[in-house]
C-alpha cells in the first residue's frame, strides 16, 4: 500500500528539508533586523509607525532635562503629552 522505494523515500526527505529551509531562511532575508546592544530585535514597522514619535519624545525630554525638569512648566506638560503620544 505504501511505497518502499529508497529513492522515492530519499527524495521526499529532501524535499521535506528544502522546504523547512526556505521557511527557516525567507522570513531574515524579507524583514529587517534592528541590531541592539544587548541582542537582535525583529521591529517590522518601526520606522513606519513609532520612530517619528519616539524621536519627539526624546528631543522634547532631553530639553526638559537641560532646563533643570521643571514639575509645573509647559515644558513639563509637552514632554508627557509626547511620551503619551510614543
Given amino acids: 500500500m505504501y ?3 529508497v529513492s522515492h523515500l ?3 526527505d ?4 528544502d522546504v523547512v529551509s526556505c521557511i527557516v531562511t525567507t522570513p531574515n532575508l524579507c524583514v529587517s533586523v534592528h541590531e ?3 541582542n537582535i530585535h525583529n521591529v517590522p514597522g518601526w520606522s513606519d509607525f513609532v520612530k517619528e514619535k519616539h524621536d519627539l519624545a526624546r528631543d522634547v525630554f532631553l530639553e526638559w532635562v537641560a532646563v533643570g ?3 509645573s512648566s509647559p515644558i513639563h506638560q509637552l514632554m508627557c503629552r ?3 503620544g510614543f
Fill in 82 to 84: 509626547t511620551r503619551k
Fill in 14 to 17: 529532501k524535499y521535506y528539508a
Fill in 36 to 38: 541592539s546592544r544587548l
Fill in 10 to 12: 530519499s527524495d521526499i
Fill in 3 to 5: 511505497c518502499t522505494d
Fill in 69 to 71: 525638569k521643571p514639575r
